[in-house]
């Protein structure tokens, strides 16, 4: 699919596709929720943030809500 038809699926619907790329960034955070985790919540959140998935108050981003 071309980036133009792409964009036009997004307007249309008015939701983002999901695309490999994101589902393996929310792999690799849900991996990095799990493993920090089990050492702090802090650890686990900077981590998020770190990725995109959380903003600073700690809710969802735009593209994750």
């Known amino acids: 699919m ?3 038809k792409r964009e ?3 307007a249309d619907t008015g939701s983002r596709i999901i695309d490999a790329e994101d589902t393996a960034r929310f792999k690799v955070a849900a ?6 985790n089990t050492a702090s919540e802090d ?3 900077r ?11 700690g809710k969802p981003t735009k593209n994750y809500r």
């Open 2 to 4: 071309t980036k133009k």
């Open 47 to 57: 981590k998020l943030k770190e990725l995109g998935f959380i903003d600073s108050r």
């Open 8 to 10: 036009s699926r997004v």
């Open 31 to 36: 991996d990095a929720w799990v493993a920090a």
């Open 43 to 45: 650890t686990a959140r």
